[in-house]
């Protein structure tokens, strides 16, 4: 399978990038990002268990692809690295790589959203901008963060809180670096995956009913099927409202305003990205079902679709009063006032502001028993 979908940014200037999808083409990435021209030399960001795993494999590909000069930065991996500390490190060793000093540099990111993010945030200041190259290896990277143009670094308890919008030229997936995910990380993707279920496709959220067994057991026809449908539906929506300006884009945020409260709230240890937003799009749901907006049975639906898919749908080891309090450094709340994705059915959201707090304590609550 070999598959391209497009992002179209047409303004201010054509920006729009394609997003190359396949299965065992790692060992082809340097031929095809050569081809795209967008840089002479060639700085990799990767983490220390991607580097371990995909490493040697891509840089041998991009050497063959033509690129004669290459650079290589490894972070430690998991979320501590994608700091402002991180962030000057490679700022620095990116420096002393690009030893001409013609921005000739092309930036590529191996691995999940720490890289990532991170990575995309390093190019679109480096100089005041020079080119990316997004190769995502996790699920959540290939549904979500791997494409998209937000980069950032966390701050304080803030996740995401410095970045900015900088597009790659490409993102290039291959699909079976699925095979070497431990599956905890398979199931945070999952996740997300099922959010976009929620938010505007229900006909990929009966599939992930029917095929939940089949997707924890890895059967890549099953991820075959549904990565393809996350991308095109990211893609659509990045090209609609690609700064989040216009509450489209702002969709993809269901379960994350209750979710990011949460993984702050349990200081980024105890739950997974995918588990967190688990719980706060059953809190998201939960808030509307008391606003009337949700019915039980589709409440219920979720829930399941969750449990099934071996996430959490019981949150243990914070208080409600630490989750609200989290919640106030949420991007999303403005002048004081908060504002959630709910749901008004599988395939359906809207934006609400300014739920009464007890709304949302009571839903949160609800989880907690
Ligand atoms: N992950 C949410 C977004 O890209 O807008």
């Known amino acids: 399978m070999l598959k391209t979908i497009k992002v179209k940014l047409n303004t201010p200037a054509d920006r729009s990038y394609s997003i190359v999808i396949g299965r065992g083409i790692m060992k082809d990435a340097g031929k095809t990002l050569k081809k795209l021209g967008a840089g002479r030399d060639l700085f990799l960001i990767t983490d220390s268990n991607v580097n371990r795993l995909y490493g040697k494999t891509a840089l041998k590909s991009f050497r063959s692809g033509g690129f004669e000069n290459t650079g290589k930065f490894v972070i430690n991996a998991g979320e501590a690295g994608k700091s402002l500390d991180s962030f000057l490190k490679i700022q620095g060793a990116l420096y002393d790589f690009d030893r001409s000093g013609d921005r000739q540099v092309v930036v590529v990111t191996l691995g999940g959203g720490v890289p990532g993010d991170l990575g995309g945030f390093i190019a679109g200041t480096y100089k005041r901008g020079i080119s990316f190259i997004q190769i995502p290896t996790t699920l959540l ?10 980069t950032a670094v966390n701050f304080r308890e803030a996740k995401n809180s410095i970045g900015i919008f900088w597009q790659p030229k490409l993102v290039y997936m291959d699909l079976d670096t699925l095979k070497t995910l ?10 997300e995956t099922l959010k976009y279920g929620v938010i505007c496709a229900p ?47 702002i969709m993809l945020n269901f379960g994350h305003t209750a979710g990011h409260a949460i993984e702050a709230a349990t200081g980024y240890r105890k ?39 071996g996430l959490p749908v019981k949150l243990t080891g914070c208080k409600v009063s630490s989750v609200l309090e989290a919640m106030k450094h949420d991007k999303k709340f403005k002048s004081g006032v908060n504002r959630f994705i709910l749901p008004v059915k599988i395939g359906a959201c809207k934006v609400a502001d300014n739920i009464p707090e007890k709304v949302i304590a009571k839903a949160i609550k609800s989880r907690m028993v």
Not at 141 to 148: K, N, S
Not at 207 to 235: G, H, Q, T, W
Not at 281 to 289: F, P, W
């Open 203 to 249: 006909t990929l959220f009966d599939y992930l009913e029917f095929n939940s067994d089949r997707l924890l057991a890895l059967d890549m026809a099953s991820y075959e099927k549904i990565i393809p449908v996350c991308v095109k539906i990211k893609a659509d929506i990045t090209s609609a409202d690609e700064r989040d300006e216009k509450d489209i884009r």
């Open 141 to 150: 990277g290939f549904v979500d963060c791997g494409l998209g143009g937000k």
């Open 271 to 309: 739950y997974t990205h995918g588990e967190a937003i688990s719980l706060g799009m059953l809190i998201a749901g939960g808030i509307s079902k008391e606003l009337g907006l949700f019915r039980d049975a589709d409440l219920f639906r979720l829930e399941n679709l969750i449990d099934n898919l």
């Open 182 to 191: 431990p599956p905890r990380e398979i199931k945070s993707g999952l996740a």
